[in-house]
């Protein structure tokens, strides 16, 4: 049974760094064709593609958002952090991370329930 | 990459079949066998229904099926449901990204 669940903080203030963990079990992310993904969905539009990470370490960003995103993994731990520069009241949105696999291709099929994340002053 | 459009709402009655569309680009919907459409109930997560143009992930009733012509693809859920009602999402793959439709509000009269 794969879950995934996402932490970290609700409020962040403009210009701040939002750091989010996602916590998963029922995989490895050393296992071959794993990988690991964040999306977010502002209220009331749709989810937007931010970032993945595969089994081997590789990554991939979204490139309109590239210069701001980190995203990396602790195998040991089976997390992944997120990491999203010179937050902006734009940014405000539900956090998702979800667990792909290569047969699966682009998609993701497990979802975190998701984590509200506020930008405000 | 801009967005994948797809209807704002569509509806149908219970029983009767419908079929939402995402169009985008060869460069996205066109050029890779990685159409994914998910469902999405207020306030969950989406769920997936369908990836690679047409698979359904176990579990999924084959009441919804999808296919894709050019640029377009399209999601037919058959015997319309109550519980079909809800946001749908198409995504695809962009070579580089992953990239999701506006969204298509269902709803079950």
């Known amino acids: 049974q794969i879950t995934l669940k996402e932490s970290g903080p609700t409020l962040v203030k403009p210009t701040q760094t939002l750091t989010l963990t996602c916590a998963f079990s029922g995989f490895s992310l050393s296992t071959r064709g794993e990988r690991v993904g964040w999306i977010r969905q502002p209220p009331g539009k749709a989810p937007e ?9 590789d ?7 590239k210069s701001r995103l980190t995203i990396s993994k602790d195998t ?18 539900t956090y998702y991370c979800g667990h792909g696999y290569d047969s699966f291709g682009s998609s993701f099929d497990y979802w975190g329930p998701g984590t509200l994340v506020t930008v405000s002053s | 990459q801009s967005a994948l459009t797809q209807p704002a709402s569509v509806s149908g009655s219970p029983g009767q079949s419908i079929t939402i569309s995402c169009t985008g680009t060869s460069s996205d919907v066109g050029g890779y066998n990685y159409v994914s459409w998910y469902q999405q109930h207020p306030g969950k ?11 359904r992930p176990s579990g999924v009733p084959d009441r919804f099926s999808a296919s894709r012509s050019g640029n377009t693809a399209s999601l037919t859920i058959s015997r ?6 809800g946001d749908y999402y198409c995504s695809s793959y962009t070579s580089t990204h992953v990239i999701f439709g506006g969204g298509t509000k269902l709803t079950v009269l």
Do not use: G
Not at chain 1, 49 to 57: G, N, Q, V
Not at chain 2, 45 to 55: G, R, W
């Open chain 1, 59 to 65: 990554k991939r960003y979204s490139p309109s958002l």
């Open chain 2, 45 to 55: 997560a989406p769920k997936l229904m369908i990836y690679e143009v047409s698979d």
């Open chain 2, 80 to 85: 319309l449901q109550a519980e079909d009602e």
């Open chain 1, 76 to 93: 040991s731990k089976n997390q992944v952090l997120f990491i999203m520069t010179n937050m902006d009241p734009v940014d405000t949105a």
């Open chain 1, 49 to 57: 593609w931010l970032a993945l990470i595969y089994w081997d370490d």
